[in-house]
């Protein structure tokens, strides 16, 4: 916004003093603009605390900004020497906010964008967004503005961008993180950023003409790292064997083929054909139950109202969706570096606490099929 400090002189002449311009846009940034030389203190300020973040002098025609990138209640003030210049309380109202998901991975997609619409329903601001999976959601989202990742949103009030940021070194990004986004869920990112209120949404997808099958599960068994995956090598065997002796037909959903960095399919299978996601969709819709580990097919299962059960040792059991059947490893086994350390992700067999030990992978190696076929017979 642009504010004119106007005054009359004795004459009735108009002195059109400095004026001072604000924006949003990834960080508060005030400017000073005109003709008079004058110094100005700037203070950015969070109104829900009275913290100053931080405080700078600037000359006309100069500007300062507050280096944090994710959602402060800002409340910004101008001073000239004693006198209060200008003051301003961030107020999206009406107008334009972009909120840019960084990341390309479908699992986060589905967790951080219902934030979207939150904050456009918090703020009352119009919502211009990008993800890489833009047609998964658009057409659910008529009130949403889509834009291609890396396009220009024009006429902006604010904007923010989601993710997991890192500085060169490997340590958190203060300045785009309000908090370690290792210790919060995938969700709890998204909200840490954009200043909400934490509940678990789902995101809207477009509903499946399809019937459901009550005899059809369906699986994923594969993920990026090799620390995601079920890592008991009779695992996933003995539970299709229990499932097909039921009279359930298995069928797995994971593109992958047999043998993927040394990860081979259960026999008694149905392999889904390579083909759109969208029929990925239909035979979850239609299934169950799907059972998968932490990657985005099990969010896409979640997302579509399947019972999803969750395969996990990598992550702490809060650090997924809370909707769904989850499957940790025993107390007394090492869990949770996902959410304790950064994933390497050039390093397949990233396992820090315990690589090229008999340790590696103890996590799910220590899931059994009897503690996952437990859970199965709550519900089949």
Not at 168 to 187: A, C, I
């Amino acid at each position: 916004m642009i504010y004119d400090k106007i005054k009359r002189n004795p004459n009735n002449i108009i002195d059109i003093k400095n004026t001072v311009s604000i924006s949003y846009v990834y960080g508060p940034k005030v400017e000073i603009l005109g003709k008079i030389n004058e110094t100005y203190r700037v203070e950015f300020i969070d109104k829900k605390t009275n913290f100053i973040h931080f405080e700078t002098e600037i000359q006309n025609n100069h500007w300062a900004s507050a280096n944090i990138r994710y959602f402060v209640d800002w409340r910004i003030r101008v001073w000239r020497g004693s006198e209060l210049f200008y003051e301003e309380d961030y107020n999206a109202s009406n107008k334009r906010v972009y909120i840019a998901l960084d990341s390309k991975a479908l699992g986060d997609t589905l967790a951080w964008f219902p934030y979207v619409e939150e904050f456009g329903k918090k703020h009352n601001c119009k919502m211009i967004t990008s993800t890489f999976h833009n047609d998964m959601l658009i057409q659910q989202y008529p009130n949403i503005e889509f834009i291609n990742p890396g396009d220009i949103a024009e006429n902006l009030y604010a904007m923010y961008g989601l993710g997991l940021f890192y500085n060169e070194d490997g340590s958190v990004n203060m300045h785009k993180n309000p908090r370690d986004p290792k210790t919060l869920s995938m969700q709890g990112m998204a909200i840490d950023i954009l200043g909400l209120e934490y509940k678990e949404i789902k995101p809207i997808l477009p509903k499946r003409n399809v019937e459901k099958d009550d005899k059809l599960i369906t699986i994923a068994m594969h993920g990026t790292a090799q620390s995601k995956y079920w890592n008991n090598s009779t695992g996933w065997q003995e539970v299709v064997d229990w499932l097909t002796g039921k009279g359930y037909r298995v069928r797995l959903l994971s593109k992958e083929q047999s043998g993927y960095m040394g990860n081979f399919e259960p026999k008694g299978i149905e392999k889904h054909p390579w083909g759109p996601i969208e029929l990925v969709m239909d035979e979850m819709a239609k299934s169950k139950a799907f059972i998968g580990i932490g990657s985005g097919l099990s969010w896409l299962s979640w997302a579509l109202g399947t019972k999803t059960v969750l395969i996990s040792g990598f992550s702490y059991d809060w650090a997924e969706m809370q909707d769904c059947v989850r499957i940790s490893p025993p107390k007394d086994m090492c869990s949770g570096c996902f959410n304790r350390l950064r994933l390497d992700s050039g390093d397949w067999n990233w396992c820090p606490d315990h690589k090229d030990t008999p340790r590696q992978f103890e996590c799910t190696k220590s899931i059994t099929s009897k503690m996952v076929i437990n859970e199965l017979e709550k519900f089949l």
